[in-house]
């Protein structure tokens, strides 16, 4: 700090000062004590000076500290402290400061941090949030931390060996944030400060966003290759939301049949803003029968397992990015040398499909095609050999059209073990599906697929 401004810091003073007391004295003596004098020593260790004087003494020494060693300020003026120390506007003003300076020294990838470990204006700005949002930093934190351990994971996997710390160049964490705010605001759009039990009890259950349906997983097309290297939430539109837990449960169950089928692009998320769920979040508090905006916020980001996003400056190490990217360039080909070989799971195909239902059977023909081939062929297998030779459409179309459900809406584990052991006893007993078996299966599954369709 050069002379001009910590002069100007103590004409400051001087002036706030002299408007409250009138002090003539203090008006023609504008110099401290030096921060060593006796007297500034023994006044600092006054049993009557308090710890909010004391506070104040270490503010006004930091600046004397600053100012210039010349032979104008170093004649003592005890009295002068002993009256700043003695003035409440003084006081206050000092206590602000001093608070301030404590917030603005902690600092979370470059953002502040207030007192209480919530991030402050600057950071909610970044990320979109409210001004007065108040999100902790431990949220953050643990987002961080499950990102880099799946990245991590991933390395291992690769034959990488990045270390856990490594395997990020760059965090962006307001983007990631901000992507996920902007979902949340989608299915929540009129956000209040605080909710009854009643209010989430009522909130939806899972969304999805159905624009792709029937897309190629691997397709040439920029929004659907945005999470090619990393997921991503950027350009997500909340299409549908299952409002009811009798909606949400039977999403899930289309969810999984169209996959057997050969369609996707359908994706339900899932949502809990149950009571439960909102009252266990440390460092976000219910008051009573109500929840903050914040707790709900959080619960969104539980529900999605919320990692690191791709997006903003976020940057993966780069020799996971290349891998990454190589990956993906390869499950690309791949793709299109299934399509050649079967061109009815291409994107236009699946989407006619979609449109009409006699294609729609005829695309449920062929994957049952597909599939059956060791059926009625006196085979034998374990019930764990069942799920890998004739998983997906076969064992759905059996359940349907046999026992009357499809095994994805099964809610146990001894529901399932039960199920595959009646389907591998069929199997054994040489069933296979008629004709009026596959129409009746692919009839109902068409319908089930238009209640979801935007």
Not at 77 to 87: E, H
Not at 126 to 145: N, Q, R, V, W, Y
């Amino acid at each position: 700090m050069d002379a001009l401004s910590v002069g100007k810091n103590f004409k400051n003073i001087s002036t706030m000062y002299a408007k409250t007391e009138s002090n003539k004295a203090f008006q023609a003596n504008m110099d401290l004590p030096s921060i060593d004098s006796p007297k500034s020593l023994k006044l600092a260790q006054s049993p009557f000076v308090s710890s909010e004087r004391l506070a104040t003494t270490h503010l006004i020494s930091n600046l004397i500290q600053s100012y210039p060693n010349t032979p104008q300020i170093q004649s003592p003026k005890a009295s002068v402290l002993t009256q700043l120390l003695g003035d409440s506007t003084f006081i206050n003003t000092a206590k602000t400061s001093e608070t301030q300076q404590e917030i603005s020294t902690e600092r979370f990838y470059g953002y502040g941090v207030d007192e209480k470990g919530y991030m402050l204006e600057d950071f909610n700005a970044a990320a979109g949030l409210p001004s007065d949002f108040k999100l902790h930093k431990s949220t953050l934190e643990t987002i961080i931390d499950h990102g880099q351990s799946i990245w991590h994971n991933r390395s291992n996997f690769y034959g990488l060996n990045i270390a856990k710390e490594e395997v990020f160049k760059e965090i962006d964490i307001a983007n990631t944030i901000k992507q996920y705010y902007d979902t949340f605001t989608q299915i929540i759009p009129e956000m209040k400060s605080t909710y009854s039990s009643k209010e989430v009890t009522s909130l939806p259950k899972g969304f999805s966003d159905m624009r792709f349906i029937g897309n190629a997983k691997y397709e040439d097309n920029d929004l659907l290759k945005a999470d090619a290297v990393m997921i991503s939430f950027e350009g997500f539109k909340v299409t549908n939301l299952y409002n009811t837990t009798e909606k949400y449960r039977e999403a899930k169950i289309v969810e999984s049949l169209t996959s057997s089928v050969g369609i996707n692009g359908f994706h339900v998320h899932t949502l809990d803003f149950s009571p439960s769920a909102l009252a266990n979040l440390p460092f976000y508090q219910s008051d009573g029968d109500s929840f903050s905006q914040e707790a709900l916020f959080v619960s969104f980001l539980n529900a999605q397992d919320a990692e690191i996003l791709g997006g903003g400056n976020t940057q993966l190490n780069q020799k996971l990015q290349n891998t990454r990217q190589e990956r993906f360039a390869r499950a690309r080909a791949d793709e299109v040398s299934l399509v050649k070989r079967k061109p009815y799971l291409s994107s236009d195909a699946c989407k006619a499909a979609l449109e009409n239902p006699e294609r729609f059977k005829r695309l449920v023909e062929l994957q049952v095609q597909e599939s059956s081939h060791l059926l009625g062929r006196d085979l034998r297998f374990t019930p764990n050999e069942i799920a890998a030779n004739f998983g997906g459409v076969i064992m759905d179309l059996y359940a349907f059209t046999q026992l009357g459900f499809y095994p994805s809406s099964l809610d146990s584990r001894a529901k399932s073990i039960d199920f595959t052991m009646k389907f591998t006893e069929a199997v054994h007993n040489n069933w296979k599906p008629s004709q009026q078996d596959i129409n009746n299966y692919a009839q109902n599954l068409y319908k089930k697929i238009q209640n979801f369709l935007p």
